[in-house]
């Protein structure tokens, strides 16, 4: 009976290993993914080992595309031995089959594991790696270089702590690797190693490295960066990376793994002192229990503490502190714990709990930096679903204040913010959201926009101020999305709003063509004016004709035909055929 088993399970291997749809999977399957070959339980065993020496860094690489993030990465997992055997047996295969450098072990396929990023050998999503030495324990995160796919290098330096910022030794700073570093510094990090990569296809050029150097420290005032340090390498072949290579004796600082081991990362900001817990679920098993669950974003909490429920600004007191293992005494920044109180107060999802001398308040109204993300462009008055925290609401971008030139970092006027454009903007919330600036606390300043319709994310951004004073209590008066231009103009002296009315609120808002109409109108008073002088008038008669025609004449236009001056706005929430963008 067992051998007539085995025979049964046999032929349904051998039959499954006929199967041409199987065989067809096994062609197109691009091997395994390092992460699914790795040991978890040895990764955490090697991580405690290195953290009771040091402590763990977040770090991502980044630049522009085909500067050599993924082949760092695969190398440096090499050179510390971070490597498991059938890994190697899996990279040996793999670099025949999708190998770009000849007959030498690719180690970028070590890190990229998609079938799309190996046959078109570029770096698509954001892949994460895990190794550690006897100093430190390390994870980090490869993001893709390629401008199309600049939304999957901003969520990975969102949770870093350093950024390593590859330069291509032949090309030197490009568009892209300007524009990883300026998300980079958006997203509050601060410290950052600038890896000159291939200076083996320069012959170690020293002249090559002190140039790039240079290039770089131009433009590091105007991203904010405390600690840069500088190192020549070559990744293909390990120069300067766990080892110093003889290849260059003019170089004396630090290896990458030297400057990785030794940095100690200046603080992101983004964690407040303060107690603060945005609320993401609320526990109710049975009547006897109320618990709030959440992930701490600033500060401690332990029972008898104050606490206030915002928006609402409802008070109570903590009665107990659940962790995962039961009750705790005390509570601290970036544990998940859930709170019970002593009173039944109203607070769901979004809401947040915070001391009861927490300054913090619930806004409506936000000015922030953003990245937009897709490929059809952001305009003023677009209406998305704000995600911050653990809360989301209707949005309005109630104007777009200006852009990022990404070559200069010089702010410009922008009319619409394409694809991969940094702006500032000002954003209107249909109900108030408990936010702070970025640099004050991630949890609470950093946020998405989505599509209302698509429910796709267009946009992330972090929030650089609050510029209302906060709601004391939900009966504030709603800000109602505007639906013209002039309800997204800032309120206007006498004079300004004498202008508008003469102009119309579209050229007003529009500095170089209001200059224009205001010359044409100008000559078109002169004219008069010369005219009633022909017709036999005196001087005085025809200057003040001429000025009552320059001053008067717009408004009576605008008083006949109100809507004839003003330029038609798109609506871009608008879907039906034609309309909208």
Request: charged share 25%; aromatic share 6%.
């Amino acid at each position: 009976m067992s051998s007539a088993l085995t025979r049964t399970e046999g032929d349904a291997v051998l039959e499954a290993a006929s199967n041409p749809v199987s065989v067809a999977e096994m062609d197109t399957f691009a091997g395994p993914a390092p992460d699914a070959l790795a040991d978890p339980e040895g990764r955490a065993a090697a991580l405690a080992r290195a953290g009771a020496k040091g402590s763990l860094l977040r770090f991502i690489t980044c630049g522009s595309v085909d500067d050599g993030k993924s082949t760092l990465i695969g190398r440096l997992l090499f050179d510390t031995d971070s490597v498991f055997d059938d890994q190697m047996d899996a990279l040996k295969r793999d670099s025949k089959k999708f190998g770009t450098t000849g007959e030498d072990l690719d180690f970028a396929l070590l890190v990229d594991g998609l079938s799309a990023e190996r046959e078109q050998g570029i770096t698509i999503d954001v892949a994460y790696r895990y190794f550690s030495t006897a100093n430190r324990a390390f994870i980090i995160a490869d993001t893709p270089g390629h401008e199309q796919y600049t939304r999957n290098m901003a969520t990975g330096a969102s949770q870093a702590e350093l950024a390593v910022i590859l330069v291509d030794a032949r090309k030197g700073i490009l568009p892209q690797t300007r524009r990883h570093s300026f998300i980079t510094s958006m997203v509050g990090i601060k410290s950052v190693i600038v890896a000159v990569n291939k200076m083996d296809l320069v012959g170690f050029d020293q002249t090559v490295f002190d140039e790039i150097v240079a290039a770089y420290e131009a433009i590091r005032l105007e991203l904010g960066f405390t600690q840069v340090t500088y190192v020549p390498l070559s990744a293909k072949n390990g120069d300067n990376l766990a080892s110093r290579s003889p290849a260059s004796p003019w170089y004396q600082g630090p290896t990458l793994l030297e400057a990785l081991e030794r940095a100690q990362p200046e603080g992101t900001g983004g964690t407040s002192r303060r107690f603060r817990l945005p609320v993401q679920w609320v526990n109710r098993p049975n009547l006897d229990f109320r618990g709030f669950c959440g992930q701490i974003a600033g500060g401690t909490v332990k029972p008898g503490d104050a606490v206030l429920s915002l928006p609402s600004r409802r008070r109570s007191t903590v009665r107990e502190v659940l962790g995962p293992d039961g009750a705790v005494p005390e509570a601290h920044v970036g544990e998940a714990v859930t709170l019970t109180l002593n009173d039944e107060i109203d607070a769901s999802r979004g809401d947040v709990l915070v001391h009861a001398d927490d300054p913090v308040r619930a806004h409506r109204l936000l000015k922030a930096e953003m990245l937009w993300m897709v490929d059809r462009p952001l305009v003023s008055g677009g209406r998305f679903i704000l995600r911050l925290g653990s809360a989301q609401t209707p949005a309005n971008v109630r104007s777009l204040d200006e852009a990022v030139d990404i070559h200069s970092y010089e702010p410009r006027r922008a009319n619409a913010l394409l694809m991969n454009e940094i702006g500032r903007v000002t954003i209107a919330l249909d109900r108030p959201v408990v936010a702070t600036p970025y640099d004050e606390s991630r949890a609470l300043g950093a946020f998405i926009l989505v599509d209302q319709l698509t429910n796709e994310t267009v946009a992330l951004g972090v929030v650089r101020e609050t510029p209302d004073s906060g709601e004391e209590a939900s009966a504030a008066p709603r800000i109602a999305p505007p639906p013209h231009v002039e309800d997204t103009l800032p309120a206007a002296t006498r004079l300004e709003t004498f202008r508008r009315l003469w102009l119309g609120s579209a050229l007003a808002a529009d500095p170089s063509r209001a200059r224009g109409v205001t010359l044409f109108r100008a000559a078109s008073a002169i004219l008069v004016g010369l005219l009633v002088l022909v017709m036999g008038l005196h001087l005085w008669q025809a200057i003040l004709v001429g000025v009552l025609d320059f001053a008067l004449r717009p408004l009576l236009r605008r008083l006949m035909v109100p809507r004839e001056t003003e330029v038609p706005r798109p609506d871009p929430s608008d879907v039906r055929d034609g309309a909208g963008i």
